[in-house]
């Protein structure tokens, strides 16, 4: 009875640890590797919202700087330009541009994306000489005398990634460790029980609630960034694109629970059909003597 007692609070210690396990590993990964973030963010160049914001950022900054006259042909020819396969080329160089930034700022590093006012902000500089091409492919009157585009796009809030940074460092730092320590935990608790019917049992309903509860949290989150962010219609695209691959694991942990339990019930029906029979012999064995 102790020993199946001992072995479901090492399962039940492992599915505590499962939810933040899956979170460390695959979202460190995803945000450290550029390859990943790359990945992550180029399709973000196909959302309506976030050429949007690109268009509506880059003609606020140009717009002062043409004649009244040329702005709707210039503003045209913005639109144009986010809507071509050209931007996604010049996102992805952005992008290439911000990854180190980004990490440096997770990190609490010198030299991260600079912090305007309480928003972090994404430098639209890089995508200048595209736009100028643009503007000269569709005749924009004086086009390369219009100065460099000096444009800022506000992603998150300044307080919100400011709390994110402890809890980053954390994970970075167990994105190995809390995984191998969910499954070693998991696995010892099983073979160590009598009862591994039931403890597998235990263990895929702990999966299962634990995962649920980090996939709310994960949706409660995103509701925060977005409503603390500048432009929300920026920020819940990027944080969907950084975080999608947390969700399908926990999902995919949530289908092994479901596995565990079912696995885990028919074992347990099968283990008390074998324990009466060494009683019944012996039964029977006391009254052959008499």
């Known amino acids: 009875m102790f020993r199946t007692g001992f072995a479901t609070v090492l399962v039940l210690l492992g599915c505590l640890l499962a939810g933040p396990a899956v979170a460390a590993y695959v979202l460190v990964g995803e945000v450290t590797d550029r390859d990943s973030y790359l990945a992550a963010v180029t399709p973000l160049a196909d959302e309506p919202a976030v050429r949007k914001v690109v268009a509506d950022q880059l003609s606020a900054a140009i717009d002062d700087k043409v004649p009244a006259s040329a702005r709707q042909l210039v503003n045209g020819s913005i639109t144009n330009f986010v809507d071509s396969g ?152 990027f944080y969907d694109a950084l975080t999608s691959k947390v969700s399908i694991v926990l999902w995919v942990v949530c289908g092994i629970g479901g596995v565990f339990v079912i696995v885990g019930a028919f074992l347990a029906r099968r283990a008390p059909a074998a324990d009466p029979r060494p009683a019944a012999d012996y039964g029977d064995q006391r009254s052959y003597r008499r």
């Open 86 to 237: 050209e931007f996604r080329t010049a996102w992805v160089t952005l992008n290439k541009e911000v990854h180190p930034q980004l990490l440096a700022l997770l990190r609490d590093e010198p030299g991260s994306l600079a912090v305007n006012g309480d928003a972090i902000v994404l430098d639209l500089g890089v995508l200048a000489a595209d736009v100028k091409a643009r503007f000269v492919a569709d005749g924009v009157p004086l086009a390369d005398q219009i100065p460099n585009v000096a444009a800022k796009v506000q992603v998150v809030s300044g307080s919100a990634v400011r709390q994110a940074v402890p809890a980053f460092d954390l994970l970075e730092k167990l994105s190995v460790a809390l995984p191998v320590a969910s499954i070693v935990l998991i696995v010892l608790g099983v073979a160590l029980s009598a009862r591994r019917g039931r403890t597998l049992m235990v263990a895929g309903f702990g999966l299962v609630l634990v995962t649920v509860l980090v996939i709310l949290f994960q949706w409660l989150v995103r509701s925060q960034v977005t409503a603390k962010s500048p432009s929300p219609e920026l920020a819940g695209p």
